[in-house]
């Protein structure tokens, strides 16, 4: 098993990253390059938070093997034959005799953790802060050409970078102006780890003292169905105006688009920068831009004002964003309607004395054999409606509990003697006995739950519409890079801090014992005593003022006493957006139960005149072609072969009127006839432009 565990952790976490990025990104529509940093930096972070309890292990035994040979070297009367023999030799030692090593079943070959280590975080240190935010902006550009897109992002990322040359620098003078210390190539990059170290080290505390009391609650709220279903109403109203903000944002710049790609004709040199705009539009804005245009019309024959290639790649960029952003609303909007649609079936269903679960409506998607045979109504109603609540509250309280034992860890880790950290104590109490197996599993419960607090922030966390993780495919490629940055700055420090909450970096516990190869990889936080000493012991007992102020709801109450609306109870504002929310939802309710009524009709017109419409149009058919041969061959019985070739000719005559005998009734109950508000504006059919323009009269109904 030497090194079989690093490398099937290695190929699970590849898999698990990638499924994310499926689940956020699209990779159908978005650039490869975007892709492949977003994936590289998330596959780096995750094998960061699953390696570390392979080397934690592996450390102990190294411990446990310098204890053995430190116990050996001391003169007890006669020599230890052997590690594993130790214990039962009858020379009685000068002190407690260690119990035999045994090397766990995860063990590592010495020399590969450390080439490992310096990989992956050099590698995910040069995607944070050079690559990623030089393709965030190379993504978001509206340039036409590459080298277009990367003049903007060196432009853009120019103060980005100056920042950080001016940090590093006022650090490196720091350093070289010290007597005692005597600059070298290890030394500097000791400077530059501790200085993206306190950056993420700022960020993390933050974002963990938000997720340590938002999580269990979350999940405790989950349990009250009235809760939860008058938040989904509150979400609603919320994402509508966002929705038709969204919407008519569109507009204008579909609008702004027409203009300017009626002025640019086909013969203009920027007319290639307008037909890439247009690719990035909507089809059916497409289709009616297309229909308004002339094309044997030349640019010289109007003077009019065109604009500039600056303009179009502004407008460029424009038109990136606005689509975008309609397409995520649209899809959160129908997902939302399906969660509000599935809890107010939920609170319909608590009382029903059947104790069969029952929808309003049926699902699009063929039931499965899982829904067959196991999850079935009755099963569904006892799940939903009886243990899903419990099971909520059961993991709220349990993730209460850790929450708990973080905030006193954080607060407590550089106290050794007495240790008070309880994540130190579990390891040293398993440490004791050589339990390799629990030592990784606590270490692995405990940085997962760690990076749960801290990523599942960093998923919900929305800058001002401009940075947003979205599912279902709908996440943007600046918001997909953006994320992949904030894991590569944040994953090192949280992982050296669960380091210092087990005691096993040197640097804040100020013991003795052999270093982990990810702590090796760090260097010495001594060569900065201020924030080895300083800012990386007290900096995180901020935590609880942070989950105080968190637990009462502080940063959502003045934002929304700023005007941003938030979830609070007592406001008079949030009662009002329920009310909307469920007047909205029920609006929905209706229109989805109208469509669903005009598919039960048809269908059982279908069934019940479908047979009989095909026998009485088979028999006009016959009747037809009787009374057209017997007609041809009284006027011109010697030419038959006119007589083909003009019932061959009727034959789309004939297929036009069993079209329209065979046209199903439409739905007057109906709000509209269709959903297309540019259907409604130009009378005229949306497929082409020369529909109009038929060859023969005879052929009117070919539009049918």
Known sequence: MSGAALGIEIVVVFFLALFLLHRYGDFRK??????????????????????LPLDVS?????????????????????????????????????????????????????????????????TSQCLTW????????????????????????????????????????????????????????????TIGI??????????????????????PRSYWNASRHGHLLIKTYFKASKLMTEKADAEENLEDVMEEVRKVSESIKYNHPLRKYIDTILRKCPLDYQEKMGRNMDDYEDFDDKQNTYPSEKSLVKLHKQVI????????????????????IHLEDVAKNETSSTHQ???????????????????????EWYWECLLKCWFYRLLSVVLTLFSVAVVWSE???????????????????????????????????????????????????????????????????????????????????????????IHMDSAISHQKKEQTAYTSIMGSMRVLSFIANGFYIYYPMLIVILCIATYFSLGTRCLNLLGFQQFVGDSEMTSDLIDEGKELIRREKRKRQRIEDGETRRREWKERYGNQRE??????????????????????????????????????????????????????????????PLDSESGRHTGGRYLSMSSSRSRIFDDV
């Open 615 to 676: 026998d009485y149009t088979a028999r006009n058919r016959s009747s037809h072609e009787m009374k057209e041969t017997s007609y041809s061959d009284t006027v011109n019985p010697t030419n038959n072969r006119q007589a083909k070739y003009s019932r061959a000719g009727s034959r789309a005559e004939r297929d036009c009127i069993e079209l329209l005998q065979d046209a199903e009734p439409l739905d007057f109950n109906a709000e509209s006839l269709t959903d297309d």
């Open 321 to 340: 964003y606005a689509v975008q952003r309609h397409n995520r609303t649209r899809v959160q909007w129908q997902i939302l309607l399906q969660q509000a």
């Open 194 to 215: 501790t200085a993206a170290n306190t950056w993420g080290l700022f960020l993390l505390v933050l974002l963990l003292g938000y997720g340590l009391v938002e999580i």
């Open 357 to 379: 679960f029952v929808h309003s409506f049926q699902s699009s998607e063929p039931v499965g054999w899982f829904s067959r045979y196991v999850y079935t109504p009755t099963v």
């Open 411 to 501: 607060c407590t880790f550089f106290s050794t003697r007495p240790v008070l950290s309880l994540f130190a104590v579990f390891i040293q109490l398993a440490e004791r006995d050589y339990n390799y197996l629990y030592i990784e599993m606590a270490c692995f419960i405990t940085i997962f739950f760690l990076c749960t607090c801290v990523y599942s922030t960093v998923f919900r966390i929305r800058v001002f519409n401009y940075y947003y993780l979205a599912s279902h495919h709908q996440t943007d490629a600046y918001s997909l890079q953006f994320s992949g940055m904030l894991f590569c700055r944040l994953t090192p420090p949280l992982c050296l801090n669960f380091l210092g909450l």
């Open 58 to 122: 592996t450390t102990i035994y190294k411990q446990c093997k310098i204890d053995h040979e430190e116990h050996v070297s001391v003169p007890t009367g006669s020599p230890l034959p052997s590690n594993h023999t130790a214990g039962n030799t009858s020379v009685t030692p000068t002190k407690s005799v260690p119990k035999p090593c045994y090397k766990p079943w995860s063990y590592i070959p010495d020399g590969i953790m450390p080439v490992f280590w310096r990989v992956v975080y050099w």
């Open 130 to 189: 050079l690559l990623l935010p030089f393709m965030q902006s190379y993504a978001r550009s509206g340039g036409f050409s590459i080298t277009g897109k990367i003049k903007t992002a060196l432009i853009e990322n120019a103060i980005y970078y100056g920042t950080y040359l001016l940090i590093f620098g006022s650090l490196l003078i720091y350093v070289a102006v010290h007597p005692q210390w005597h600059l070298s190539w290890y030394e500097l990059q």
């Open 30 to 51: 978005q650039q490869r390059m975007v892709l492949f940093g977003t994936l590289l930096a998330w596959y780096l972070c995750f094998l960061i938070v699953f390696i």
